[in-house]
């Protein structure tokens, strides 16, 4: 990741801004790489983690469990605080909007095993870590490209 998160102050920093809205939408870039274009000298490597596939999970754990965030606080600063800033015509749910959706389980306990992921990508910080909540289905213009099988 560019630039890393380097202290527990720096996380406490994040955390708090997200909290009083200094922070007003989080996002992943999900830049997901091949194993073979990490598999480098370091400084060679291209920057960028999987970070589609566990981004909620990852927020539910470490900002809403510990109470940091409400869940209300946490889909409006992961859907409707972005789409509301860059005028997108999703992150709402009502009659004639842009039927964009994910379902998710916030009680779903579950460990990250990069191997399932089906991105191309297998590079996680957080392989082998309990998180919880999962995404259980995703609806993209009212039609279902992802349910949970297992």
């Not at 102050?9 to 007003?24: H, K, M, N, S, Y």
């Not at 015509?89 to 379902?103: E, F, H, K, Q, W």
């Not at 306990?109 to 089906?118: E, G, I, R």
């Amino acid at each position: 990741m560019n630039p890393p998160l380097r202290t527990t102050q720096d996380v406490e920093a994040l955390q708090e801004a997200v909290r009083d809205g200094t922070i007003d939408l989080v996002a992943t870039d999900h830049a997901p790489h091949h194993y073979d274009e990490k598999e480098r000298e370091f400084s060679e490597a291209p920057n960028g983690i999987v970070g589609l596939e566990t981004a909620l999970a990852v927020l539910v754990t470490n900002l809403v469990v510990p109470g940091i965030i409400s869940y209300s606080t946490l889909v409006d600063r992961m859907s409707c605080a972005p789409a509301r800033i860059f005028h997108l015509p999703g992150g709402m749910l009502r009659r004639g909007s842009v039927a964009d959706i994910t379902v998710f389980d916030p009680a779903a306990s579950w460990q990250v095993d990069p191997a399932s992921f089906l991105s191309k990508g297998r590079n996680s910080p957080y392989a082998g870590k309990a998180l919880q909540g999962r995404a259980t289905c995703t609806i993209v213009g009212g039609q279902v490209v992802y349910r949970l099988t297992s």
